[in-house]
């Protein structure tokens, strides 16, 4: 790559998430300003096996702020776990004189980064980039807020079939094994019961529970809409299972629902243009003050540096504030019990 500038690469690794366009468009007009050369790696760490990158201009990224998904693409890369890939990658960034790496993903690719240190000695910095929101030392990662919204407004047209027919509907949401984005969409849209990893039990109690609520609910309120929304991941068999097993175990009729990738697509919401924004702005000023090994966060509205080590430790849990709340709404079941007595 003939150039007199130093080098600075941009990727998106892993699921995509909502704002990552932003991220790659603050990151780049950063570091124009900053005086690098600015490339992109397409398809995550592929493209620095393969050398497959665009050069990343003004024009390139003047108007890619509302869009969802990335216009480096994404992917996972299984081969990245091997130190042969891993070897090859730092000399591929070498010989391309990149001086500073900038990787755009979640838990997974922040993983990698780490793995790739080994070998490269420029500088690597994270962006938390995941709808799952379960990154550690950042209060959100980019995508979660408009991921939240997506599934709200599916929740919502939901429970309008729902009422319409007097049934009962499970819907699945994403978040791997964070229950982050199934309390706030379960809140946030009046479900009856949320099921997650911060307050599942194991099937058979939580089959009482469900069924015992349902029926509490249906003597207080006669037949109506009710709404379950679940975790992915958590109940074995998904929620059609779920369904299968509330209908054995209580001749319960359920609908499952499973929301899937529309929660990772769509233009990102102001909230997460914003926060992408801020953290680009912010990785570029870490590399331009010669750091590494860290991910830009975001903690009570501060830009902060937190080592890549910590941010995939996998110790954070959601807010004690969603938790209660989650709870005193399930207590609809006490008062219904009483007005039944």
């Not at 790696?41 to 990335?70: A, M, N, P, S």
């Not at 929101?133 to 979660?144: A, E, K, P, R, S």
């Not at 029926?215 to 992915?232: D, F, N, P, T, W």
Request: glycine share 10%.
């Amino acid at each position: 790559m003939s150039s007199n500038k130093p080098v600075l690469a941009v990727l998106t690794s892993g699921g995509d998430s909502p704002g990552m366009n932003a991220a790659i468009r603050s990151c780049t007009l950063a570091a124009l300003q900053s005086g690098y050369k600015v490339i992109g790696f397409t398809h995550g760490y592929y493209g620095i096996l393969q050398k497959k990158y665009i050069e990343l201009h003004e024009h390139v990224v003047r108007d890619i702020i509302h869009c969802g998904g990335t216009i480096l693409k994404s992917a996972r890369c299984p081969e990245f776990k091997e130190d042969a890939s891993q070897q090859q990658a730092a000399k591929n960034l070498e010989e391309l004189n990149v001086q500073a790496l900038i990787v755009i993903g979640g838990d997974g690719s922040f993983n990698g980064l780490i793995q790739l240190s080994r070998y490269y000695k420029g500088q690597v910095i994270g962006l938390p980039g995941t709808i799952d929101n379960d990154i550690d030392g950042t209060d959100y990662t980019i995508g979660f807020a408009t991921a939240v919204e997506t599934a709200i407004e599916a929740v919502d047209k939901i429970r309008d079939t729902a009422d319409a027919f007097e049934r009962i509907f499970i819907v699945e949401v994403m978040g791997r094994h964070s229950g982050f984005l199934a309390l706030n969409v379960g809140i946030a849209s009046g479900a009856e019961q949320i099921i997650t990893f911060e307050n599942f039990i194991n099937p058979g109690k939580e089959l009482k529970k469900i069924a015992e609520h349902i029926s509490l609910c249906k003597k207080q309120r006669g037949m109506s809409s009710y709404l379950i929304v679940a975790a992915e991941n958590l109940w074995p068999g998904g929620v059609y299972r779920l369904a299968e097993d509330l209908g054995n175990y209580a001749n319960i009729k359920c609908t499952p629902c499973v929301l899937g990738y529309i929660q990772r697509g769509g233009n990102p919401l102001a909230k997460d243009r914003i926060l992408a924004t801020k953290l680009g702005v912010g990785a570029v000023r870490a590399i331009d003050n010669g750091k590494t090994m860290l991910m830009i966060a975001e903690c009570n509205r501060d830009i902060k540096e937190v080592s890549l080590a910590i941010a995939v430790g996998h110790t954070k849990t959601v807010n004690k504030d969603l938790l209660q709340a989650q709870e005193s709404v399930l207590d609809i079941a006490a008062l219904a019990k009483q007005q039944v007595l």
